[in-house]
């Protein structure tokens, strides 16, 4: 005899309601995701994973057997429909879960919040379960008005929390078969490190984004001395075009059109060059501008080109910099090395730059 067949007459009438609504409950399932993954987009939130599935029958069925008189109609179970947003992040549950809130009308009275378990073997188990509905203003098709009735459940974790509850599964933790203590107790250990890998993943993200934070308001303010030559503060400066006076200039030597392009190889170079702070680069552009501007009018006076990159001006003064510093025709072949990637005619283009810039008014002075 099948699962199905040993239900009761009421039982039975649920099972034929679920395959009445089978259709429906497979377009949600489809649907939902889609909406969320557009919202997230919108909202800036980048999730891991966005999963769904239609309960089968069998396990529906098997949930009936056990308490099928808790439910009237269909309608009254609302995990028919399961959806799993899976963040990198824990802050980014709870920005999930506003968007949900936003989204979709949410059942207070049966959604949970497992994050307030305290059990030490818990972490797994700590995601945020909200139960929804659909609004007829959010979406609705007129030949199943049921899209807008049937409640579906929405689990929202943690990547970490995700492998967590994956792992209990396979070995059986948490499913009532009995394990050898010493197991127990060193899951119970994992479970405690993962919670803090992932308290101290956002607490990172956190402390990074303050950081960035803090480095566009010393850029903004000009206190470049106190920020550190890295990534992030480099990105930001590049924000407020430090080269960008001397591109024009360059620029108007053969009145020529200048293309932006990307700057983030300059710093590595900046590094190399034993660059500390902003501060040092908002020197270079101070001491060596009339430098870069020289080397630029050489380099002009013998073409007619009317576009020029935007990395002109950094290229010049790095390598007005090197030059004056003497170290030749091998620091000028690093800097295009690590401009253009390692190539011979890197090798020619230092010798060249070596030569011609020897006559120039700043190598003399």
Same mark, same amino acid.
């Given at each position: 005899?099948?699962?199905?067949?040993?239900?009761?007459?009421?039982?039975?009438?649920? #099972?034929?309601?679920?395959?009445?609504?089978?259709?429906?409950?497979?377009?949600?399932?489809?649907?939902?995701?889609?909406?969320?993954?557009?919202?997230?987009?919108?909202?800036?939130?980048?999730?891991?994973?966005?999963?769904?599935?239609?309960?089968?029958?069998?396990?529906?069925?098997?949930?009936?057997?056990?308490?099928?008189?808790?439910?009237?109609?269909?309608?009254? #179970?609302?995990?028919?429909?399961?959806?799993?947003?899976?963040?990198?992040?824990?802050?980014?549950?709870?920005?999930?879960?506003?968007?949900?809130?936003? $989204?979709?009308?949410?059942?207070?009275?049966?959604?949970?919040?497992?994050?307030?378990?305290?059990?030490?073997?818990?972490?797994?188990?700590?995601?945020?379960?909200? #139960?929804?509905?659909? *609004?007829?203003?959010?979406?609705? !098709?007129?030949?199943?008005?049921?899209?807008?009735?049937?409640?579906?459940?929405?689990?929202?974790?943690?990547?970490?929390?995700?492998?967590?509850?994956?792992?209990?599964?396979?070995?059986?933790?948490?499913?009532?078969?009995?394990?050898?203590?010493?197991?127990?107790?060193?899951?119970?250990?994992?479970?405690?490190?993962?919670?803090?890998?992932?308290?101290?993943?956002?607490?990172?993200?956190?402390?990074?984004?303050?950081?960035?934070?803090?480095?566009?308001?010393?850029?903004?303010?000009?206190? $470049?001395?106190?920020?550190?030559?890295?990534?992030?503060?480099?990105?930001?400066?590049?924000?407020?075009? *430090?080269?960008?006076?001397?591109?024009?200039?360059?620029?108007?030597?053969?009145?020529?059109?200048?293309?932006?392009?990307?700057?983030?190889?300059?710093?590595?170079?900046?590094?190399?060059?034993?660059?500390?702070?902003?501060?040092?680069?908002?020197?270079?552009?101070?001491?060596?501008?009339?430098?870069?501007?020289?080397?630029?009018?050489?380099?002009?006076?013998?073409?007619?080109?009317?576009?020029?990159?935007?990395?002109?001006? *950094?290229? !010049?003064?790095?390598?007005?910099?090197?030059?004056?510093?003497?170290?030749?025709?091998?620091?000028?072949?690093?800097?295009?090395?690590?401009?253009?990637?390692?190539?011979?005619?890197?090798?020619?283009?230092?010798?060249?730059?070596?030569?011609?810039?020897?006559?120039?008014?700043?190598?003399?002075?």
């Amino acid at each position: 005899m099948s699962t199905t067949e040993s239900l009761d007459a009421h039982a039975q009438e649920l #099972i034929a309601q679920y395959r009445e609504l089978l259709p429906v409950f497979k377009q949600m399932a489809d649907i939902i995701p889609e909406k969320l993954k557009g919202f997230f987009e919108e909202a800036g939130i980048i999730v891991a994973a966005v999963e769904h599935r239609v309960k089968s029958e069998s396990s529906l069925a098997g949930k009936l057997q056990l308490k099928g008189g808790k439910y009237a109609s269909i309608f009254d #179970i609302t995990d028919l429909v399961g959806i799993r947003v899976i963040t990198f992040y824990i802050d980014d549950v709870d920005k999930v879960a506003s968007v949900l809130e936003r $989204l979709f009308e949410i059942d207070w009275e049966n959604s949970i919040d497992k994050r307030k378990a305290h059990e030490i073997d818990s972490f797994g188990y700590l995601s945020l379960h909200y #139960i929804c509905r659909i *609004p007829e203003q959010a979406y609705n !098709n007129p030949e199943h008005p049921e899209l807008n009735k049937i409640r579906f459940e929405v689990q929202m974790r943690t990547v970490l929390q995700h492998a967590w509850a994956n792992m209990n599964h396979d070995t059986g933790y948490k499913s009532g078969v009995e394990i050898p203590k010493v197991y127990l107790r060193n899951l119970s250990r994992l479970a405690g490190m993962l919670e803090l890998v992932d308290d101290e993943f956002s607490r990172i993200r956190r402390e990074l984004s303050d950081y960035r934070r803090q480095v566009q308001k010393l850029v903004a303010s000009g206190n $470049l001395d106190e920020v550190l030559l890295d990534g992030d503060s480099f990105k930001s400066y590049m924000q407020i075009g *430090p080269f960008d006076a001397l591109s024009r200039r360059i620029a108007s030597i053969n009145q020529a059109e200048i293309q932006p392009v990307d700057l983030s190889a300059f710093l590595g170079v900046f590094k190399a060059m034993g660059f500390k702070t902003l501060g040092d680069i908002a020197a270079l552009v101070k001491d060596y501008s009339d430098a870069a501007y020289q080397i630029a009018c050489f380099q002009m006076g013998i073409t007619d080109l009317d576009i020029l990159s935007s990395s002109v001006a *950094p290229q !010049n003064l790095c390598t007005a910099y090197i030059l004056k510093k003497g170290w030749g025709k091998g620091g000028l072949k690093l800097m295009l090395d690590a401009l253009n990637g390692p190539s011979e005619g890197n090798e020619f283009m230092a010798d060249y730059l070596l030569e011609q810039s020897n006559d120039l008014p700043f190598m003399n002075k």
